[in-house]
């Protein structure tokens, strides 16, 4: 064989090496890499080659010779990560079953909400936002309260700034006026979003808690409207024989104005504890929403007439899911929350 054919040889032997394990990269070490590798052997050739063909016999040798190294390289990566492979694919009994995922559970405050959306959006109700920093105006004044009126003082509202005043709000009514001064009548919208009050904390009250607000304003409606929708919306909650009960109230921003209240459905209004055995629970506020609030945010009273209603969000869980205590719901014990594992949204 001649030197160049031997050389190609070496070429296509190197090119096409594969180590599958740590031996088989050690006999390529020793042949092609260790002191007494083959290129030993060609070096000591060189007395037999021509003189004026030496210096490109030399080149070429130490080309697979660098060839040879390179090839090392991707020999030992190509074993390491073999064996990383190996060790993923590890697993001691392909037939065991898998060890079930930890699943959270869903927080009693967002399935509550999620569900009392989901029923009014059935009935064509869309959802609407508003900021937790209010002005006075979208808070109080467009809502028709009196310039002293007691919830605009100190204990009931935290302030940010005074004179113009900027405060947390202190209901979510306050999305009712950003939706109405922005959008055109037909309007049906739901306002769901955390409220504060300056209020000492208990087992029944806290300075931050979650209503939904719902307005409707349309031509032609009627407090029969607000009955039924209250109606319609207890018995898909609370469950099918629920009964409602408006009795007359007062907010400043409706007119006449009710306080809702559902047939106790804990002791199907035979008299218990949650329903001060009176067999009716409040679940929140409703009215006509007042001709000066509707003027406040540019609608003409003469043509549309509405509807608004606000609900607690703690109130309602509290009473489907007899918690006792409102504040478990922001107190993050494990216990409180795993409870709520097998609840639906
Ligand atoms: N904003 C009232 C509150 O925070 C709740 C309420 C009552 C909202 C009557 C309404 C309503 O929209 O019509 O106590």
Known sequence: MSATDQIEALKEEIKNYQ????????QYRMRFISRKSVFGELFANMKNIAPEDRKAYGQTINEVKNLAQDKFKSLIDALNQQKSDAEDLDVKDLTLPPIPESLGSIHPLTSTRKRIIEIFERIGFNLSDGPEIEDDWHNFT???FPENHPAREM???FFIEKN?????????????VRVMENEKPPIRTLCPGRVFRNEAISARAHCMFNQVEGLYIDKNVSFADLKQTMLYFSKEYFGKNTKIRLRPSFFPFTEPSAELDISCFICDQKGCKICKHTGWVEIGGCGMVDPNVLSNCGIDPEE?????FGMGIERIAMLKYRIND????????IRFLRQFKSVNV
Do not use: K, M, V
Not at 19 to 26: C, I, V
Not at 326 to 333: P, S
């Open 326 to 333: 409102i504040r478990l719901f922001t107190e993050n014990d």
């Open 142 to 144: 467009a809502l028709n």
């Open 19 to 26: 180590a599958q394990t740590e031996e088989e990269l050690e």
């Open 164 to 176: 113009p005043d900027i405060a947390l709000r202190t209901h979510t009514s306050s999305i009712q």
């Open 155 to 157: 204990q009931d509202t």
């Open 304 to 308: 549309y007439t509405g509807f608004a």
